[in-house]
């Protein structure tokens, strides 16, 4: 049977651009499916990854030069500094991003139709487009990539001007001087040291005591005394009661309680209130009841390991089927659902990735935690190399921080790496690439990494490591000797 399309894709993010470039590849016809009257890449490049990890970059270049070369007649940063300037060097980012975007799916022959998707049967999509109109288009196949949105507050209502979101929080016309930020996601705790750097003084109001679970116990000590330092003040274990403004005392009220018995109800006065909430998978309204699409129990859809609903020809990538809810883990989930649908052989993604939050400093994983190594019965020895300790990090003043290897204490295998400190996005991937290839921590002492490099603590991390088993009792020559 004749179609329009081999592929519609509805969603121009991370995980519905990568397949659309993925399937022109094989010469297949492609149509992509946005909400946006004028903008591609949804929330990654619009309101969420790309324009808060551009005004986290602007924030970091003015904290490293007051941190150089002090403050300049005493004045904190946001009486030096216009948002405006910084939200323009943002908006320029977006504009390239946006470009680039558009520019590789014209190059690739990829259409792109304006307006809400819905699923009409397992074939085609209704298009209403901004005109009020219903366009309808069939395809052999078809990708789900909606994305997420985060919840909303369920005490008090973002009004975008005192109280904020993710959305709002981008057009601020000044840099706060007192900052509340309501959340216990990775994005909460972003924004709270992007501000701080900006000299806010920030409070942190989470409702959980288990904040950041997944990070080693390591790293989340180093983590809370890098928030003491620059000022930041986590309240956690709370429930948010009622967020106002006061016009009287011309500042806005967080009034909130504590969960462990304590029924007193406390006050924050703080200039504005910045809210990130969970998110949620955009399934409202695209016909996944009227086709039979399954979802899980908190409202994602449910795939296999090929990306494939429980409908042959439809499929789903990126945030709406859940974790890990990355940009990177999308780009790889869009491409590997192209290849899946036209039957084309491809790697499998590992089961282990890096996960990476662009606070400042950077934190980043990949692998076992200390903690998991030992519950899943190794032998474990750790190596740490803190950043006070390294040449680079020291000539550029980015001395807080540590990078931590995890690894079994008999073989020397690399079972986890965990790094907080300058760059730990970028340095978590010699790591990654150690453990794909099932290799063991002597990788490190054996090569010659360039000098000076922040690259060096893998160096120093390994050797502290194998001192440590040495001390145990084992040869140190046995350590260093290659395997049979």
């Not at 499916?33 to 970091?60: C, D, F, M, Q, Y």
């Not at 939200?87 to 590789?104: A, C, M, P, S, T």
């Not at 890096?354 to 935690?369: A, K, R, T, V």
Request: aromatic share 8%; proline share 3%; with cysteine.
């Amino acid at each position: 049977m004749s179609r329009d399309y081999n592929v519609i894709i509805i969603g121009s993010g991370p995980a519905g651009f990568s397949c659309a470039m993925q399937s022109s590849k094989f010469d297949q016809q492609v149509l992509v499916v946005e909400s946006h009257e004028e903008h591609l890449g949804g929330t990654w490049i619009n309101t969420g990854t790309v324009p808060s990890k551009s005004l986290r970059e602007a924030a970091k270049t003015i904290l490293e030069f007051n941190e150089q070369f002090g403050d300049d007649e005493a004045k904190k940063p946001y009486e030096r500094f216009k948002m405006a300037d910084l939200l323009q060097y943002k908006q320029q980012i977006l504009e390239k991003e946006n470009q680039k975007v558009k520019n590789d799916l014209i190059k690739n022959n990829v259409d792109v139709a304006r307006g809400m998707g819905r699923l009409k049967d397992e074939h085609t999509v209704d298009v209403v487009t901004h005109y009020g109109t219903t366009e309808t288009y069939t395809a052999d196949y078809i990708l789900l990539c909606t994305g997420s949105t985060p919840s909303q507050p369920e005490t008090f209502s973002i009004d975008h001007d005192k109280i904020l979101d993710y959305k709002s929080i981008l057009d601020l016309t000044h840099i706060p001087r007192r900052l509340a930020v309501v959340g216990s996601s990775v994005n909460a705790f972003e924004y709270a040291t992007i501000f701080a750097s900006l000299g806010t003084r920030v409070t942190l109001l989470c409702e959980r005591t288990d904040y950041l679970s997944f990070l080693d116990e390591e790293i989340k000590e180093h983590l809370q005394k890098s928030l003491n330092k620059k000022g930041i003040t986590v309240k956690d274990n709370i429930s948010v009661q009622e967020v106002e403004f006061n016009p009287l005392l011309n500042n806005t009220e967080v009034k909130y309680r504590a969960n462990n018995g304590d029924d007193r109800l406390q006050v924050l006065e703080t200039e504005h209130v910045l809210y990130i909430g969970s998110r949620q998978p955009n399934v409202h309204d695209i016909g996944l009841e009227d086709v039979g699409v399954a979802t899980d129990e908190k409202n994602f859809v449910a795939v296999n390991e090929t990306f494939k609903t429980n409908i042959d020809s439809i499929y789903a990538a990126g945030d709406i089927v859940g974790f890990p809810r990355l940009a990177s883990a999308s780009f790889s989930q869009g491409r590997l659902a192209a290849c899946n649908m036209f039957g084309i052989p491809t790697l499998e993604v590992p089961e282990q990735i890096p996960y990476g939050i662009y606070s400042i400093p950077e934190i980043s994983n990949i692998g076992l935690s200390e903690q998991q190594a030992k519950e899943k019965g190794f032998d474990v020895t750790v190596g740490r190399a803190y950043f006070k300790n390294i040449a680079k990090s020291n000539m550029t003043n980015h001395d807080e921080g540590l990078l931590k290897l995890v690894f079994d204490t008999n073989s020397l295998k690399l079972l986890g790496v965990h790094i907080l400190g300058d760059e730990a996005a970028n340095l978590i991937h010699l790591g990654q690439s150690v453990i794909a290839f099932d290799g063991d921590v002597r990788y490190f002492i054996q090569q010659v990494m360039n000098y000076p490099t922040l690259s060096e603590a893998y160096r120093i991390a390994a050797f502290n490591g194998v001192n440590r088993v040495y001390k145990t009792g084992t040869k140190y020559h046995s350590l260093l000797k290659e395997e049979d």
